[in-house]
């Protein structure tokens, strides 16, 4: 067996259908691969090992007497001060002791990146595909797909109580996806274009949004289910869009699911300057991606320059990040 396995996996921005993929609606999502996270996960010897390592201060330490030592030292940066969202990496670990033939073994996960917490861009998810990449590498075990997104959903499912399962798909894709009631599919496409994603600096919690997006169908009976099936065609629509290199369409697209979204309730004032603002400096169209409530919104924009533009308009309206990814076309 190896001494150290690694693992990463990447963040991931939702184009159509957050909230309305909960309810059985089509979602379409984007890798950002230039923005992820790494795991580490070390075997260690004894229990000597793990207080004789160098695991910063910040770092979580579990002992289970006759069964494993496990410190996570997970995103030391993120996390400090939010011990709660250790709890999903945590599951996720002893999911894959369990599932690897580790139990017992002493061992060390650290995981490291740049995808902020709380933000719609699948942080939870991508650093459990991280983990559980780095504990199948060193247990040598073979990680299925099936398999992967099991791991992936333990961690799902203490983050954000009943996840789409949208997110653990989007991690382990490497090309926009389309998905459906528990399937996704690689959307071949053909668009050229820049998507700028903005940080609006406010954490959006998942559970909280999902769960008021609940309370508006139950408050509204007829317009309810209308936006849910709304949101849901703005992703089979967008999808051709994509596939067929319509940026200008899409962009109508982005703004016409923002409206939706902000009626459901899921925008913010910061989320709404933000996609004013993107619109206004000339992207083809804005939303805000995920939960909402708070995080991230993503904007179109034609070329780089473009996004530069959008990108600093964003900004000026109180963006505290913004990254830029571009959309190429597939090759299939
Ligand atoms: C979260 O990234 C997306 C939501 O649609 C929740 C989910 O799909 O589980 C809001």
Known sequence: MLRTGRGSAHAKVILFGEHAVVHGA???????DGLGVCATARLLDDVDDVEGS???????????????TIVTDVYSGPLDGAPELLESPRAVILACLEEFGLSGSGVEVTVTG???????LGSSAAVAGAIVRALADLAGAELSQELYLDLVGVGEKVA??????????ATAAAEPIIFEAGVARVLPHRTRAVIVVADSGVAGRTRRAVASVTSFLERHPLRGPALMAGLGALAQQGALDLAQGRPEQLGAKMAEAQGMLRE????????????????GAGAYGAKLTGGGQ??????????DEAARRVATAMRLAGA???WQHRLEGSSS
């Open 26 to 32: 089509p979602a379409v999502a984007l890798p950002i």
């Open 54 to 68: 160098a695991a910063p201060a910040a770092s979580d330490v579990e002992r289970r007497p006759g069964e494993s």
């Open 114 to 120: 740049e995808v902020p917490h709380a933000r719609g």
């Open 160 to 169: 954000h109580g009943a996840p789409s399962g949208l997110d653990a798909h």
């Open 264 to 279: 459901l309730g899921v925008s913010s004032p910061e989320l709404d300057r933000i996609v004013d603002a993107a619109v």
């Open 294 to 303: 708070g995080g991230c919104v993503i904007a179109l924009a034609a070329d």
């Open 320 to 322: 505290v990040a913004t």
